[in-house]
């Protein structure tokens, strides 16, 4: 049993931060054609990518407003437990989600607004929430890492089945306005995925400010960052060491099995060879 997680809609959250109610007023939720929505799978380089738009659309522009922690900037849709007031929210709105498809408002379902959704190779997504949720005990119950990649592999933890969330969005990339992006890509450059969000938003910005965007968005300047690393702050569970763990491609290797890693195949490969990205497993590969 795991007294956190609860079931709405076929769909897994955390007790402490969100109601079924919330969850079901959201379909109504108005969109503006400006709002800029992040979309992600737990552990899939979401505060990397808020701390990005906070960067790209903040800094240079501050007007005393430095301190505001990157969460405040980029909030989530969903687990408003701060309810802050969305609906009074100058334009644009930049706001973080892992709902899938199915669950988001329905203007946004309907092609209002632009989308970044950032996908993460699903073994070390799995690797990453193993060790988040361990540390954190408000999130799925941890036995170990056998039970935990079963439970991934059922689609039992937060942003429940990874195929069903990537496959869900991705199949309506016609219909959306959608940048996807891969954390693995973030890695390789992050320089060009940062060009390749400012071109998706129309954001200009000078090679100086790009610069700094880049610099700051860094494993190792957001670890010291206090407004990237909220999680020390808001939690008091976390330090930033813990949840800026490693940030790197292919840990997985480090702790999946060759028989675990075989079965996540014999589970995940088929389906996800139908999806229309590369996938690195590996930092080798790049
Ligand atoms: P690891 O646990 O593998 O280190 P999310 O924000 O979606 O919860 O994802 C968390 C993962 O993103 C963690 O992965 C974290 O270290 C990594 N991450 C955060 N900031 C990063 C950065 N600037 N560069 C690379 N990885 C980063």
Redesign the pocket.
């Known amino acids: 049993s795991n007294k956190y997680l609860f079931k709405h809609k076929g769909s897994y959250f955390l007790q402490d931060t969100v109601t079924p109610e919330y969850i079901d007023s959201l379909e109504d939720f108005e969109i503006r054609d400006s709002d800029v929505f992040l979309v992600?799978?737990?552990?899939?380089?979401?505060?990397?990518?808020?701390?990005i738009l906070s960067l790209i659309y903040h800094e240079g522009h501050r007007n005393g407003t430095e301190d505001t922690n990157v969460i405040d900037r980029v909030p989530w849709l969903e687990y408003n437990v701060r309810k802050r007031d969305y609906v009074n929210r100058p334009s644009p709105r930049l706001f973080a989600t892992?709902l899938p498809y199915y669950l988001v408002p329905k203007e946004l379902r309907q092609g209002k607004a632009k989308i970044i959704y950032?996908a993460?190779n699903p073994k070390?997504?799995l690797?990453?929430?193993y060790?988040?949720s361990k540390l954190y005990f408000k999130n799925e119950k941890v036995e170990d890492f056998e039970t935990f990649m079963e439970m991934f592999l059922a689609g039992k933890v937060v942003g429940n089945l990874w195929l069903d969330h990537i496959e869900g969005w991705s199949a309506q990339r016609d219909n959306l306005n959608i940048l996807f992006l891969l954390?693995e890509e973030?890695?390789k450059d992050?320089r060009i995925s940062v060009l390749k969000i400012c071109n998706f938003l129309g954001k200009k910005l000078t090679e100086e400010e790009l610069n700094d965007v880049v610099e700051k968005?860094?494993?190792?300047?957001?670890?010291l960052d206090h407004r990237?690393n909220y999680i020390n702050t808001s939690s008091g569970i976390l330090n930033s060491n813990q949840?800026?763990?490693?940030?790197?491609v292919g840990?997985w290797k480090n702790m999946m099995t060759v028989a675990q890693s075989e079965r996540f195949d014999s589970i995940f490969m088929e389906r996800m060879e139908k999806l229309p990205f590369k996938f690195f497993w590996d930092i080798n590969e790049f």
Do not use: C, I
């Not at 992600?40 to 990518?49: A, D, Y």
């Not at 949840?243 to 790197?248: I, L, Q, S, V, Y």
């Open positions: 992600t799978f737990p552990k899939s380089g979401t505060v990397w990518t808020q701390n892992h950032v993460r070390d997504a690797v990453s929430r060790h988040f954390y973030m890695k992050l968005a860094s494993f190792d300047k957001m670890r990237a949840f800026f763990r490693k940030g790197t840990e």
